[in-house]
């Protein structure tokens, strides 16, 4: 089974801040990767699919990059609304697997 | 407008048995493979389980290998999940999703308890 490893499993941030958010895949997964964002309640949200495209209607400061084994989420400009729980999810092979998720958190 | 609802949730013994079922409407269901996610309380995403298009194949976490099992009925636009042998750890929102597309329902809460 392929693992993603999430880092950092938690991160304090300001408004405006950038934040780059890391999955790492046990083996080469090329770009089957999303990243997901989750807000207390609700349901997941996918940001990025094949780890850079951006989903329709999601804002221009997420941006996903990297292939193989190693991956990132950034958000350029951190806004109120972006603190949240971010999930990366592999779907190169089954089992799917989640990354551990990152809480961004207000400083 | 794409729908995606679950039901079937609810406490149950450890040992117990139930059936979830996620009913889809507004995409072509009989097109796309499904999954089920789950997530205990105040814990992460977990992948469980999926089904391709026709139902022909599957596939399971090995937390839920050989006591789960997914299944679909593509003339009722209806997702299955028949789960056995529950166990404490099973104890979680379980979500029904359209992974390819993003549509994802919002959850029905198993709890496993005596």
């Known amino acids: 089974d392929i693992q993603m490893t999430q880092s950092p499993s938690s991160l304090s941030a300001s408004v405006g801040d950038r934040v780059t958010i890391t999955c790492r895949a046990s083996q080469d997964i090329r770009n089957a990767l999303g990243w997901y964002q989750q807000k207390p309640g609700k349901v997941p949200k996918r940001l990025i699919y094949v780890a850079s495209s951006l989903q329709s209607g999601v804002p221009s400061r997420f941006s996903g990059s990297g292939s193989g084994t190693e991956f990132t989420l950034t958000i350029s400009s951190l806004q109120p609304e972006d603190f949240a729980t971010y999930y990366c999810l592999q779907h190169k092979s089954y089992p799917n697997t989640f990354g551990q998720g990152t809480k961004l958190e207000i400083k | 407008e794409v729908q995606v609802v679950e039901s079937g949730g609810g406490l149950v013994q450890p040992g117990g048995s139930l059936r979830l079922s996620c009913a889809a409407s507004?995409?072509?269901?009989?097109?796309?493979?499904m999954h089920w996610v789950r997530q205990a309380p105040g814990k992460g995403l977990v992948w469980v389980s999926h089904?391709?298009?026709?139902?022909?194949?599957?596939g399971y976490a090995d937390s839920v290998k050989g006591r789960f099992t997914i299944s679909r009925d593509n003339a009722k636009n209806t997702l299955y999940l028949q789960m056995n042998s529950l166990r404490a750890e099973d104890t979680a929102v379980y979500y029904c999703?359209?992974?390819?597309?993003?549509?994802w329902g919002q959850g029905t809460l198993v709890t496993v308890s005596s």
């Open positions: 999703a359209n992974l390819r597309e993003d549509y």
């Open positions: 089904i391709n298009s026709d139902g022909s194949s599957t």
């Open positions: 507004g995409f072509t269901f009989s097109n796309y493979w």
